[in-house]
Every structure is written in C-alpha cells, then in structure tokens.
C-alpha cells in the first residue's frame, strides 16, 4: 500500500495525501498524464474510470466517469489551474451531470499534486481543499477518504507495468463508450515539433501520406478556429484520390485541437477529432478521441484499417521529419 499517511485539517478545511512509490518521478508523472494509465488506478477497485478528455495543461480539462458494479455511473471532472511538468498540478475538481454538463448541485474542490524526488523513488503528496466545514463533512461521508485510498492502491501495478505505456510502441485504438475511439502513441519529439508537424504544409506533405507510393494531391491547412482545411491524396499513378475537409472548433497550441472530419463525396454527418499533446518520457504522447455519430459507424472505419494507416504516417513521421532535429 503505498499510502503513507493521511491527515485532516478541519481548521484549513483540507486533506493531505501522502504516498510514496519506488519509481522515479517521472515514472509516476507520466502516470498521471497518460490517461490510458490514469484511468486504471483513478476509481477504486469496482468503479473503473474512463478518461473521455485530458488536457494537462494550464487552462486545460479533464472528463471522465466511472461505472460501478451494478452499472450506477459517476462523472467528474478537473479544470486545470496550473501545471509545473514534472513537479505539480492544481486543479478544480467536480463532479459531471450524466449529460456531461457540471452538477452544479454537488461540491467542488481545490485539489494540488506534488510530486517529489526521495531516497528510494518518488513522493506523490494530494491535498485537497474544501470550501467549507459542511462540504468537508459532506464528502468524507460520502466515502472519500476510503475510496481515494483504494484508489491508490492500485497504483504500484500500473507503475510495474513498462511494457503497456512504452514509447517503442506502435499505434493503438481504444473503444471509449459506444461511439467513441481513442487512438494513442508516443511520437519521438516534443509537442511544439508534432504540433507543426501538423500544421506546416511543407512538413505534412513528407509524411501524411496513407499508403507508400501514395502523393498529396492538395493539401489546404486550417490556421485557427472557424478556418476549413482540405486534405486529397492519390495513388502514384493519379488515380483513386480521396479528400478529407472538416473546420476547426478549438485550437490550443501546442496541446490540443478540435476539428471536425468528413470524407469528401461521402454523406453523413463528420467526425469531431480532438487531439492532444502531451509530454511524457520518451517523447509527446499524441492522443486522438473521434466520436462518431454511432457505433457501426465507428466499427466500419476502424474495420477499413485506419490505425494500420495511421501507424505508418506517425513511424513516416518521426523518421523523415523529426529524425535528428
């Protein structure tokens, strides 16, 4: 248990955490600021957590829910107030409405994230500030205490765990929900390379390519919020081209963007992509969420071998783009 002791102030109107793990700190960082990892310790044993968004950044957001046993659901979520990388992050912590808006009606916290250096690894110190006796009262009863301790039980497997989060590996899909997928990989640069990689059109056109033998045909790049961008490829010989258009609806550099994704020709309403940028040991952790408008949707293109075509762009990128830079 890595819990070493927890101590509650009702003049402060706080909780302090303090946990110790024998990993260095950014083993346990990169465990906070990858979802895939996060969400296997964040709920307690019998109420897994699936991180829908997260953006570990200042000014950023995370979403998620758990599901209990009997399939009882509970959201929250984090408004990230400021981020030291690799040392701490304060957040505004509450809870979601099941449609995803924040319920207003339940409390919310200040909660910081020190993460230290020790003797024998690293220090993970969690306080969490309450607004008011009556709110402190109020979630300690709800179980807090108990389920945050729980909850950190699990951290020491995901921790041991080196193989699953590696930066040597490839591309990989993840069902979230029934219409949701998101894709993860370490990209070998940091997020301000990946971020242009994506936006300068001389550098996607070396690397955005699909298939080997395959050329852009036309590549239009959106600059900001409310511009479209136009993507078309084709095979060597100029023939079977595709085009991909969409607008974008967030942008963040260098860590997050939202745009839309339709294929061209194609009816149907388009994709929302929102990807993130995160830096994590090996390099940046590009995370991609797509919801569709449903799940055959979602199961026919990801059934057309998108993340096989995905993985060769981002292997295409780190060597012709960002190898040696």
């Known amino acids: 248990m890595p819990v070493t002791s927890i101590d509650k102030d009702p003049e402060a109107l706080s ?4 946990a110790d793990f024998a990993v260095p700190v950014q083993r346990l960082w990169d465990a906070y600021a990858d979802p895939r990892q996060l969400e296997k310790f964040w709920g307690p044993p019998g109420w897994p957590a699936t991180f829908t968004r997260h953006d570990l950044y200042p000014g950023g957001r995370s979403e ?12 929250g979520y984090w408004e990230y107030l400021s981020v030291d990388h690799g040392r701490s992050f ?8 099941q449609d995803g808006t924040p319920n ?9 994230f020190l993460f230290e250096d020790t003797t024998e690894g690293s220090r993970l110190v969690t306080t969490t500030y309450f607004n008011s006796a009556e709110e402190l009262e109020e979630l ?5 205490e108990e389920g945050t301790k729980a909850a950190m039980g699990q951290i020491d497997a995901v921790l041991a765990d080196l193989a699953s989060f590696a930066a040597s590996r490839g591309t990989e899909a993840q069902l979230l929900g029934d219409t949701q ?12 390379q990946v971020w242009e990689a994506h936006h300068d059109p001389a550098l996607l056109q070396r690397w955005l390519l699909g298939p080997d033998g395959w050329q852009f045909t036309d590549c239009q790049v959106a600059a900001g919020v409310g511009q479209s961008y136009r993507y078309a490829w084709a095979d060597a010989n100029g023939e079977n081209g ?8 967030e942008s963040e550099p260098p860590h997050r963007e939202v745009t839309t994704e339709a294929m061209e020709g194609i009816d149907g309403p388009p994709t929302l992509n929102e990807q993130t940028l995160t830096p994590v040991e090996g390099g940046t952790l590009l995370t991609l969420v797509i919801t569709y408008a449903d799940a055959e949707m979602r199961e026919t293109v990801l059934g057309t071998g998108m993340t096989e075509g995905m993985e060769t762009s981002y292997a295409r990128l780190e060597s012709e783009v960002l190898a040696g830079t």
Not at 15 to 18: G, K, L, P, R
Not at 64 to 75: A, H, I, K, L, N
Not at 181 to 192: Q, W
């Open 64 to 75: 998620y829910y758990m599901v209990g046993p009997d399939g009882e659901r509970s959201g």
């Open 15 to 18: 909780m302090t955490i303090v």
């Open 242 to 249: 595709f085009a991909l258009t969409g607008e974008v609806r």
């Open 104 to 112: 207003t009606e339940m409390p919310s916290m200040r909660m910081v």
């Open 90 to 97: 304060e957040v505004r912590d509450g809870f979601l409405r």
């Open 140 to 144: 300690l009863g709800m179980g807090m």
């Open 181 to 192: 997928v998101r894709i993860s990989r370490i990209i070998r640069g940091t997020p301000e």
